[in-house]
């Protein structure tokens, strides 16, 4: 291979760098209104009244809306497939306020400061509720979060919202309690994961034009453009096709642009006024008012006997979707799918529990989706096992984990929302992850601890992961590639770049199989005018759901300009070879340029353009087993994150050096969960760790060094060998870390994030 | 009231609100190399260099920078283009929402400290937020791009 | 932010009156904070054509203006010869750089904000503020003051001790605010330890000094007891950041290591 699995930079790195306008607030109209918005002081309560006369009244304000100006239509604001798996449970305003920080009403004035204050002209009585901020009370509580009418799921997932729950699932193979009551020893924690914030650098961003077609167009800061545009034209009663949307650069997503923001807010003004308008979310508003991770409460119980075979897992969870119920279902499925199949060979496994609503910040769709909840609790449970076998935590491991070939019942059981896929692991290099990874943390000299002063421990843990690419069945991507005169190519795709290289591992794609360099490839994604259809960036499907699109499509070009070559020449297709640059048939010969130029000039002109698509029919799940050693003062329990390991099965790279991007980006967000993010709220409900001075995430000082190693693997049905790899690298840290901590000093931390004062109050119990 | 200073090596008088920040005000003069992340003194993406120093402008009073010179990425287009290719070398290059401060306090980090040690470059550039990359590629970047210029 | 008029007077006299007129003049320090604090203000005051941007060598203490910036405090090799470097030491912690090249000493100080990393040492040092119009107070004073002084920090004295001394600040991340910060300075077999971000902002701790202080060689226990004595005398407060119990027990660990540190042969 000539590109693919090679050095690339990247197609856009430079631009960006270099100053060129890029996101989607830089294309705002110069003389947008800009649109900000009156958000809630309460966690509940119902707006008994709203005045906005004064702020209408004020020079500069061009229109104010309230949940009496605007389509009364329930949605979801989930970037999901349609119909979606997320309850229709929002409204585009509302009479209730579910959260502090949700929105109340809109303003479009001249400038930033005319907005602010009309925000403040606006007058509102609030019949304030009791609102619900713990979610372990809020089954049944008496305040009831959604009471209204017009909310209702698409197809069942278990949507009660009388008893605040939103979803609801169930699952079983086997019979686990007869099989549990059969085990010689039987574990059981309850875990906690708290509510990350996404931290992406780029707020939520979006601006809005009507154009000389008098359609709407629309840029955003979006992960979904086609979802966005569908769910705008649905509540809005606007036909999708006066809609556009441009996805242009995105300042990070991670999940948290998986779901519309400002959209609806800037379409209605623009729709309204005929003017340009824009809004981008202050940092306050990306932490309170857009989305964060589930928190969630898991209890694992393990089942294995006296020789480390385990034989039976059960994992009941509850998960906090907040004020709103985007991404509710799905996410708590995957805490099981992506999770509980590493241990394939039980006889028994079950997972089940509810999605409840609260008073908080909306949870959402965030990188690992699921799977790095769950892998905490089992991948830390399964440490504790190993101690009460007294087992080495790596072989216990090794007896029992997914191997290549292999499959679980769970695959064909759990999908995204509905029923699953059952796959095998055609690709698994989970037993040379771990075996590797321990040699390059020297796991046998620093299990469990080493002693390096008086008061400093070395330790390490570990954890193994899987993760996804892409929903089978649901998920579609296309491409079209399109030859222009002089021999290059366009390819444009759907595809979603969120900062995650796909522009440039599908011109990769499109340059190796059209056997061509990557400056002859010119990519354009995400304009849903222009661009073919792709589900958006989520569930790690670019690189092998729109790759696989990208990959069918150049073929067709191949195909197309080889027929083309041999009409030109005048010899049978068969005959014709093609380099990439020039086809040969016996002593004749063209040159694509030529032949390009032919086409669209003089000979038999017509375009060529070849569209294909690519719907999945498996996951194959990318693998890995994350190392982490770490110093721990053993008076003050504050500890330093020495060494993280990363070794991952994504079948081929298709870009290397980005691939160990988003590795190393997900350990490091992962981090950041495992051990520094603190989500906090006042007993109000009022989130106070609403600023990056409160909200700890990374810096470049926290993590000594970071080794990273890809498997050989070559997935068959992946292009040119690859899985996804955009969430894997973030499931490791929590649960690496809180065996680590366990290996220093003996305490087990089961509450996220694995703070030196909870290792403190842990020690202290224990005395 | 006005502001008169050096741009990108070019004068200019500025109209600006008293209590107007620098980040607002070249952004509203079409420098949008300059990104606004946090808009609070706390991520560093806001970073332009006044006087060659680099400096957070989401929280720097336009007014201040009377009489004085303020440069960013469009300036310096040579280096930023060897930055970038450092940073492509290793991966480093993902969202690129914070690549612009972070070029200005490399090529301000290799002005004032060209000789900088792993520790240093970490220090001089900590105050950098990314949360794509994990920093090890910017890291490696960094130091690759200072050990060129030596 | 919203304000009226932006200002630089060209005397310290004119400013001080400005100050006078109306409580919504503010002085302009580094402004890294104000945002937060202050979201609308009369006239902005800004010190900078006054020459307070200059850090002074006087002899036997070195006088700092206020605009001198953190991170040409940071950078001054004056500074880092004052008791084994402990002011530059705790300033390099302070945010990053960018941060520092704004953020102000006569803005860090006036501000007597609690999460202070610069107070702290600047206390166990001892440092003297000069007022325009001519008032001058130890920092220890300046911290235990009840209100707002309306005069004008123009100048931080710092005496050139040679000595030895300690700094650690307890955090999540490299960036972030102090959980606990300590600072200990050991000049001429004195001893001063100051404990700050409690939450509440640096202060010395008397009875610990006492304790330890005018004895020549420090045995463990006394060592261990005055870390005792330090997690007792002054008023720990449970934070989001921590709870008073682990703030305690990471003064008593740092205080002792800190005092075996600056009393060691």
């Given at each position: 291979m000539k590109t693919v699995n090679h050095k690339t930079p990247s197609v856009d790195g430079k631009g960006i760098m270099m100053g060129r306008a890029a996101f989607t607030d830089d294309f705002a109209e110069p003389n947008s209104l800009i649109v900000k918005m009156l958000r809630s002081p309460h966690a509940f309560a119902r707006i008994k009244n709203i005045d906005t006369s004064k702020a209408r009244a004020l020079p500069g304000v061009e229109i104010v809306l309230t949940h009496h100006d605007v389509p009364r239509k329930s949605f979801t604001r989930a970037g999901q497939g349609y119909p979606e798996p997320s309850p229709h449970d929002k409204f585009i305003l509302d009479e209730y306020v579910r959260y502090v920080g949700d929105e109340v009403a809109c303003v479009a004035a001249i400038n930033e400061s005319v907005a602010d204050q009309a925000l403040k002209l606006i007058e509102v009585e609030y019949e304030v509720l009791e609102p619900v901020l713990d979610f372990e009370k809020a089954f049944e509580h008496q305040s009831v979060i959604h009471p209204e009418e017009g909310i209702c799921e698409m197809f069942p997932i278990g949507f009660e919202p009388k008893k605040n729950v939103a979803a609801s699932y169930h699952m079983h193979v086997g019979d686990v309690d007869a099989v549990m009551a059969k085990c010689d020893v039987v574990v059981e924690e309850t875990y906690y994961t708290q509510a990350q914030a996404h931290a992406m650098l780029e707020p939520h961003s979006t601006n809005a034009r009507l154009d000389y077609h008098n359609r709407l167009v629309i840029y955003s800061s979006t992960q979904t453009p086609y979802h966005v545009r569908r769910i705008l034209s649905q509540t809005l009663d606007l036909p999708i096709s006066k809609i556009r949307l441009i996805k242009p650069r995105v300042g990070g997503g991670f999940g948290g642009k998986q779901a519309l923001h400002g959209e609806f807010f800037v379409s209605l003004v623009t729709l309204r006024t005929k003017k340009p308008s824009k809004m981008v979310y202050s940092r306050q508003e990306v932490f309170e008012s857009s989305y964060t991770r589930h928190p969630m409460r898991i209890t694992m119980r393990l089942g294995a006997m006296k020789d480390g075979t385990i034989r039976a897992i059960d994992c009941y969870s509850l998960s906090d979707t907040g004020a709103y119920g985007e991404h509710a279902l799905t996410v708590f499925m995957i805490t099981g799918s992506k999770v509980l199949p590493l241990y394939n060979k039980v006889d028994a496994v079950r997972f089940g529990g509810r999605v409840v609503y609260t008073n908080h910040v909306s949870a959402g769709a965030y990188r690992g989706y699921g799977a790095i909840q769950g892998n905490f609790a089992l991948e830390s449970v399964i440490d504790v096992l190993a101690k009460k076998l007294n087992m080495d935590p790596l072989e216990l491991r090794r007896k029992n984990m997914m191997e290549e070939g292999e499959t679980s019942p769970i695959f064909e059981i759990m999908g995204e929302g509905t029923e699953g896929t059952a796959m095998n692991m055609d690709t698994c290099k989970l037993r040379y992850c771990l075996d590797r990874g321990a040699e390059l943390i020297g796991w046998k000299d620093k299990y469990p601890f080493v002693r390096v002063g008086p008061h400093k421990v070395r330790s390490v843990g570990m954890a193994i992961a899987m993760q996804g690419s892409g929903i089978p069945y649901i998920d579609m991507a296309a491409a079209t590639i399109k030859l222009n005169d002089d021999g290059f190519y366009n390819l444009t795709v759907g595809a979603t770049d969120i900062g995650q290289g796909s522009d440039t591992i599908l011109t990769q794609i499109a340059a190796e199989t059209l056997m061509t360099t990557m400056d002859k490839v010119v990519i354009y994604s995400s304009d849903t005018d222009l661009t073919p259809f792709d589900v958006g960036a989520y569930a790690s499907s670019t690189t092998y759901v729109s790759g696989n699109a990208v990959l069918k499509a150049a073929k067709s070009m191949k195909t197309m300009l080889i027929e083309e070559a041999a009409h030109y020449l005048k010899v049978s297709v068969d005959e014709v070879t093609f380099d990439g640059e020039k086809f040969v048939a016996k002593d004749k010969i063209i040159t694509l340029s030529d032949m390009a130029n032919k086409l669209y000039y003089n000979e038999n002109q017509h375009q060529l353009t070849a569209t294909e698509s690519y719907v999945g029919h498996k996951s194959p799940p990318p693998f890995m087993a994350g190392f982490v050693e770490i110093e721990m003062d053993t008076e003050t329990y504050e500890y330093k994150i020495l060494h993280y390991v990363s070794v991952v099965d994504c079948g081929t790279t298709i870009n290397p050096m980005l691939a160990r991007g988003q590795v190393e980006g997900g350990i490091v967000q992962g981090l950041g969960m495992a051990c520094f993010e603190e989500v906090k709220y006042s007993n109000r409900g009022k989130l106070n760790s609403n600023s990056f001075l409160y909200y700890k995430i990374p810096t470049m000082l926290d993590i000594d060094k970071l080794t990273t190693e890809f498997a050989e693997s070559y997935e068959e049905s992946g292009p040119y060998g690859a899985k996804s790899v955009g969430e894997i690298g973030i499931d490791t840290p929590p649960a690496a870390i809180a065996n680590a901590v366990a290996n220093a000093v003996n305490i087990r931390i089961n509450k996220l994030p694995i703070t030196p004062e909870k290792i403190f109050q842990g020690a202290n119990q224990e005395k | 009231m006005r502001v008169n200073f050096v741009l990108n090596g070019r004068n200019v008088i500025f109209d600006i609100a008293p209590g107007e920040y620098l980040a607002d005000t070249l952004r509203a003069n079409h420098i949008l190399s300059v990104k606004k992340a946090c808009d609070e003194s706390a991520c560093g993406a806001c970073t332009v260099l006044v006087d060659g120093r680099p400096i957070l402008s989401c929280s720097y009073l336009s007014a201040r920078v009377e009489g004085r010179s303020v440069t960013t990425v469009e300036a310096i287009q040579d280096e930023v283009n060897q930055i970038s290719d450092f940073f492509s070398d290793e991966g480093a290059d993902q969202c690129g929402f914070c690549n612009t401060g972070l070029a200005l306090t490399i090529y301000a980090l290799q002005k004032e400290m060209p000789n900088a040690s792993d520790d240093e470059i970490r220090h001089f550039v900590a105050g950098n937020l990314c949360r794509c990359s994990g920093y090890q590629a910017q890291f490696l970047a960094i130091k690759h791009y200072l050990e060129a210029h030596r | 932010m919203e304000a009226n008029r932006y200002l630089r007077p060209a005397t310290l006299e004119e400013a001080y009156q400005l100050l006078l007129q109306d409580p919504k003049n503010i002085l302009l320090g580094g402004g890294l904070w104000l945002k937060k604090s202050t979201p609308s203000a009369n006239a902005l005051v800004d010190l900078s054509a006054l020459g307070l941007d200059a850090i002074k060598d006087l002899g036997d203490r070195l006088e700092i203006g206020a605009m001198v910036t953190l991170r040409d405090f940071e950078l001054s090799p004056l500074v880092k010869?004052?008791?084994?470097g402990v002011l530059t030491e705790a300033t390099s912690q302070i945010m990053g750089v960018a941060f520092r090249n704004g953020a102000t000493i006569g803005g860090s100080v006036a501000g007597r904000f609690p999460f202070s990393d610069i107070i702290t040492p600047l206390l166990a040092l001892d440092a003297q503020l000069v007022f325009y119009p001519h008032k001058e107070m130890s920092l220890a004073d300046f911290l235990a003051l009840k209100g707002r002084l309306s005069d004008i920090l123009t100048h931080v004295v710092i005496k050139k001790s040679k000595g030895r001394s300690f700094f650690k600040k307890v955090k999540t991340t490299a960036l972030d605010f102090a959980v606990i910060n300590v600072a200990i300075a050991s000049i001429d077999g004195n001893y001063r330890v100051a404990i700050g971000s409690r939450p509440s902002v640096a202060s010395l701790a008397l009875k610990t000094m006492d304790s330890v202080n005018n004895k020549k060689k420090l045995s463990k226990e006394e060592v261990l007891k005055a870390a005792e004595i330090a997690s007792e005398e002054l008023s720990y407060a449970s934070t989001n950041a921590a709870s008073a119990e682990y703030r305690k027990a990471l003064v008593k660990a740092y205080v002792k290591r800190g005092l075996e540190e600056v009393s060691k042969e």
């Open positions: - | - | 010869e004052i008791c084994g």
